[in-house]
C-alpha cells in the first residue's frame, strides 16, 4: 500500500522558517518526480513545488520561488520542504504527493502550517 | 491565483448527470498538455479520480467520465449519487508558468 506521511507542520511567527517532511512507503520512492501541493483557508488547492527523481532539479510556483527548498533522501524514501521568510499567506495545510506523468497519483494527509504573530 | 476556470458549484437530483468544466488557455490545456481531476469527500484528503483526460484512477465507477476539447477539459458524473457530494479539482500543466496548474473548484451538491 502507497502511503506518504507529512510532519513538522506548526505555527510560525511571520518571517520565521519551517522544514517540512514527507516519509513514503509502498512504492519505489526513488523512480517518482515528488510534488508539494498546499490548500489554504480558501480552500482552493494550489501547486508548490516538484523535485526529480534523484534530486537535481526542482520548479517552483512563482509565489514561493526563492523562498522554499526541495529536496529529498531517496535512502530514506523522504521528502523535504525547506521554507523560509513565511508569512500568513503562506498559511496552509501542505500535502506532498507522489508525480505520475503530469499528474498526482497518491497524496499523503497534510500538514497544517500556521503562520501568525 | 488559479489558471484553471470552474463553475463554484453544480447539483443535481440522484440519478441525474452532471457536468463540471475547466477552462484554461493556450499555455496549458490547449498546448496539448492533458486534464486530470482530483476528487476531495468532506474532511479528507484529495485524491486522483481521472488521469490523462478520459483513464479513470483505479476503483473509480464508470458513472465518472472525462473529456478534453480545446483549451477546456470536463468532468461527467452520470447516476448521481449521494456519496458524490464533493469537492472537485481539474489540474493541468502550465508551460508559460513552467509548473502545475489547479482549477478553482467546483462543490458539487446531490438535491
Known amino acids: 500500500e502507497v502511503q506518504l506521511v507529512e510532519s513538522g507542520g506548526t505555527l510560525v511567527q511571520p518571517g520565521g522558517s519551517l522544514r517540512l517532511s514527507c516519509e513514503t512507503s509502498g512504492f519505489t520512492f526513488s523512480d517518482n518526480w515528488m510534488h508539494w501541493v498546499r490548500q489554504g483557508p480558501e480552500r482552493g488547492l494550489v501547486w508548490v513545488s516538484r523535485?526529480?527523481?534523484?534530486?537535481?532539479?526542482?520548479t517552483y510556483a512563482d509565489s514561493v520561488r526563492g523562498r522554499f527548498t526541495n529536496s529529498r533522501d531517496n535512502a530514506k524514501k523522504t521528502l523535504y520542504l525547506q521554507m523560509n521568510s513565511l508569512t500568513v499567506e503562506d498559511t496552509a495545510v501542505y500535502y506532498c504527493a507522489r508525480g505520475a506523468g503530469y499528474h498526482l497519483s497518491n497524496w499523503g494527509q497534510g500538514t497544517l502550517v500556521t503562520v501568525s504573530s | 491565483q488559479s489558471v484553471l476556470t470552474q463553475p463554484p458549484s453544480v447539483s443535481g437530483a440522484p440519478g441525474q448527470r452532471v457536468s463540471i468544466s475547466c477552462t484554461g488557455s493556450s499555455s496549458n490545456i490547449g498546448a496539448g498538455y492533458d486534464v486530470h481531476w482530483y476528487l476531495q469527500l468532506p474532511g479528507t484528503v484529495p485524491r486522483l479520480l481521472i488521469f490523462?483526460?478520459?483513464n479513470r484512477s483505479s476503483g473509480v465507477p464508470d458513472r465518472f467520465s472525462g473529456s478534453k476539447s480545446g483549451t477546456s477539459g470536463s468532468l461527467a458524473i452520470s447516476g448521481l449519487q449521494a456519496e458524490d457530494e464533493a469537492d472537485y479539482y481539474c489540474q493541468s500543466y502550465d508551460y508559460s508558468l513552467s509548473g502545475y496548474v489547479f482549477g478553482t473548484g467546483t462543490k458539487v451538491t446531490v438535491l
Open positions: 523535485i526529480n527523481s534523484v534530486g537535481s532539479v526542482s
Open positions: 490523462a483526460n478520459t
